[in-house]
């Protein structure tokens, strides 16, 4: 007989829709899913997220960013207490769009996940979509990192590729490279939340996953 899965305390950071949210959300369902989402945060009150995850039972809290404006530290002082308070573990950012201090992101390191729609470290930053079209690349997709001080930058945990075809526009494609975010962001979370994760230099290496050892190419769309 089997013991109980293990499964460790995820917090997911939120400004927005929560499409990602939802995806990790609904994998963490699984009774075989190594990881729990605890608490959804997000700094902006109206973020049509916090109803996606209310509706499916999971805890919310709003920490509003505005009233700090530049003071990052305070934000996070507070963000961190309301992440002692919950026991998290884990967190992933899910369109979060607020910037860390470096401070904040050194004592997470190795516990943030991030999920950027392109293939690091190409396109970096805003309008990766553009960015993508703009070069002319055939091959474009989503990364799951580690959090680092710089922008896009930290360890890569995960990517899935999906090409770019002549007629494509940003908002084409980016609707197939969301379906493969939603895809490689719940499997990589699962190989963090079970250990499968080391980080050797700048370098991430992992033990194995079902997306075909971290790279999962989408089907070709005509």
């Known amino acids: 007989m ?11 950071l939120i400004s927005g829709r929560g499409s990602n949210m939802s995806a990790l959300i609904r994998a963490a369902t699984a009774a075989d899913f190594p990881a729990e989402i605890s608490l959804v945060i997000s700094n902006k009150a109206d973020a049509l997220g916090l109803e996606r995850a209310k509706a499916s039972g999971v805890n919310t809290l709003v920490i509003e960013s505005k009233p ?5 530290a305070g934000f996070e002082k507070v963000l961190q207490a309301a992440l002692d308070q919950h026991g998290i573990e884990l967190i992933c ?4 769009m607020r910037l860390f ?3 904040f992101t050194k004592a997470w390191y190795g516990r943030m996940l991030n999920i950027h729609p392109s293939l690091l470290p190409s396109f970096p930053g805003l309008d990766p979509h553009g960015q993508a079209l703009r070069a002319g690349v055939k091959l474009s997709g989503a990364t799951v990192h580690f959090v680092i001080p710089e922008i896009d930058a930290g360890p890569i945990v995960m990517q899935g590729a999906v090409p770019v075809g002549d007629h494509d526009t940003g908002d084409t494609l980016s609707e197939r490279i969301l379906e493969v975010e939603h895809r490689i962001y719940p499997e990589a979370l699962r190989l963090l939340a079970t250990g499968k994760v080391r980080i050797e230099g700048d370098v991430c290496k992992t033990a194995g996953s079902a997306a075909s050892e971290n790279f999962l190419v989408a089907p070709v769309v005509s």
Not at 68 to 72: E, I, M, Q, V
Not at 93 to 96: N, P, S
Request: positive net charge; hydrophobic residues 45%.
């Open 2 to 12: 089997t013991g109980a899965v293990v499964k460790r305390r995820v917090a997911i």
């Open 68 to 72: 700090f404006g530049k003071d990052r």
């Open 93 to 96: 950012l899910g369109g979060f």
């Open 101 to 103: 201090t470096a401070e």
